[in-house]
């Protein structure tokens, strides 16, 4: 009795020992064919789903060849160069065994581009600010930024509390319509303009000073009464040299402020 659980305990062993350096063969022989499928390189590469763009110039923005050993570093590369033309607005890559499949999805084109609701700023203006153009390419990014820029355009004619928002209009054939729907409000005009610590020059000398002037039933004509913060820059620089002007080399024009009053406009 003894004997045989001796026995079995050397047989036991013995297949323990045995089996550690079979699985030990087993695993790096997994291991090389791993590294290896991984390593293997690219027999060639596919693109699907492009319409406009050419697969050649798709191709072009690859960081990688047919030839190249695969490698995820430059897949991901690749991935971030394409995204960044701003041509696609999806793109993915795949491995089929060793060809390598990209697959795209196309930013619309611009077809129209329109403005409704601009009574005070052309469209014509606002469409040599914009962005987007007939035949340019539509991206979320760009339409919001014109989207600004329109409301920076109606700014600096006094429009502050304009509202712009753009509606797309699909066409067919992957292109858009974009319809820019502007309410420009009230426009913001100066009623007053007051000065602070001016001790050597009255108020009415250095309102001739500034461009900035009071609305007026002549202000139509020149259109200055407009609130601009450009413009009040400008006046800022104005007041500092009619000071150094006059002999006051240490004057300083500590700040210059605009407080908006809810009324008409006037």
């Not at 693109?47 to 110039?57: A, D, I, L």
């Not at 928002?165 to 054939?173: M, Y």
């Amino acid at each position: 009795m003894v004997r045989w659980t001796l026995e079995r305990g050397l047989v036991a062993a013995f297949l323990v020992m045995c089996s550690v350096p079979l699985s030990l063969g087993i695993s790096a022989g997994f291991g090389d064919l791993t590294a290896a499928a991984q390593n293997a390189s690219i027999s060639s590469i596919v693109v699907q789903g492009n319409q406009r763009v050419e697969s050649e110039t798709i191709r072009s923005y690859l960081t990688f060849s047919a030839g190249d050993a695969y490698d995820p570093g430059e897949i991901n590369q690749s991935l971030k160069t394409l995204f960044s033309t701003g041509l696609f607005k999806d793109v993915r890559i795949r491995r089929q065994y060793s060809t390598v499949v990209v697959v795209v999805s196309e930013n619309p084109v611009v077809a129209r581009v329109r403005f409704e609701g601009n009574k005070d700023v052309e469209s014509d203006t606002l469409r040599s600010e914009v962005q987007l153009k007939p035949r340019s390419v539509y991206t979320q990014a760009r339409v919001q930024a014109d989207e600004q820029r329109i409301r920076d355009v109606l700014a600096r004619q006094g429009h502050y509390d304009a509202q712009v928002s753009a509606q797309v209009i699909p066409l067919g054939g992957n292109r858009v319509e974009v319809v820019f729907q502007i309410g420009e409000g009230i426009k913001t005009k100066v009623r007053a303009i007051h000065f602070a610590g001016n001790d050597a020059f009255s108020a009415s000398q250095l309102r001739y000073v500034i461009t900035t002037k009071r609305t007026s039933w002549l202000s139509f004509l020149k259109n200055d009464n407009i609130y601009d913060p450009d413009r009040l820059g400008l006046d800022r620089e104005l007041l500092r040299q009619f000071y150094l002007k006059n002999g006051y080399a240490d004057v300083r024009i500590l700040s210059s402020n605009a407080d908006i009053v809810a009324g008409d406009g006037g």
